[in-house]
């Protein structure tokens, strides 16, 4: 149980083009998403928390014109990163949580290549 | 702010014991959560300290003290399929809302 999907697993695309990625917790309700950046080699850093039906929390430093994000329903967060450019180019993870004292469930992450 | 420091590498041989230490600077947090990740893949989550003391989870276990801001992932009986990077992280906004993660050890199993 616990299946959060990400999608799409992969993404090249050229600089100045807007990229959506879905994130679905499969058999659970999230009241709670939380987006994610890794650089290669590097940590996970937290973007912004989603809460269904209310705007987006972001993090210091975390454009919220540049990294859209819609929670639309209890089961789907998205993640649009408008015109893109190379420096975006990172992996970027999704996590919805269950309840409120239960593990975050990750989804398997989108690659993000911009040429 | 907030801040974890853990070994950025590790290496051991299958069988033996490891312990990845995590010490951090906070001013308030809920619990120390642990995740595993392979190259290219997602976290899963390991382990979960909401107090002080060992939590045991098969051939992981995972330790807090707060008083001396210091946890460790003890891992057990080690397997080449535990080659991955480890990662501390502090939780916020509840047990486990939001995370501040570590920078990752890199655990290394030889045969």
């Known amino acids: 149980g616990a299946v959060v999907s990400q999608h799409p697993s992969w993404v090249i695309c050229k600089s100045g083009t807007s990229v959506k990625i879905e994130c679905r917790s499969l058999d659970f309700q999230a009241t709670t998403m939380f987006w994610y950046r890794q650089f290669p080699k590097q940590s996970l850093m937290l973007m912004a928390t989603?809460?269904?039906?209310?705007?987006?929390?972001?993090e210091q430093g975390v454009e919220k014109d540049k990294f859209l994000i819609n929670h639309a329903s209890l089961t789907l967060s998205t993640l649009t990163v408008t015109s893109a450019h190379p420096e975006d180019s990172s992996f970027y993870i999704c996590s919805a949580l269950y309840r409120r004292n239960q593990p975050q469930h990750f989804g398997d992450g989108t690659r993000l290549s911009i040429l | 702010g907030q801040s974890l420091e853990q070994p950025s590498e590790v290496t051991a041989v299958e069988g033996a014991i490891v312990q990845i230490n995590c010490t951090y600077q906070?001013?308030?947090?809920?619990?120390l959560s642990w995740y595993q990740q392979h190259d290219g893949g997602a976290p899963t989550f390991l382990s979960y300290?909401?107090?002080?003391g060992l939590e045991e989870t098969g051939r992981f276990s995972s330790f807090l003290s707060r008083s001396d801001s210091y946890g460790y992932l003890l891992l057990q009986e080690l397997q080449m399929k535990d080659s991955a990077s480890y990662f501390c992280a502090l939780a916020y906004g509840g047990s486990q809302g939001n995370l501040i993660f570590g920078k990752g050890t890199k655990l290394s199993v030889k045969p």
């Open positions: 989603s809460n269904e039906g209310s705007k987006a929390t972001y």
């Open positions: 300290n909401g107090l002080d």
């Open positions: 906070t001013s308030g947090f809920y619990g």
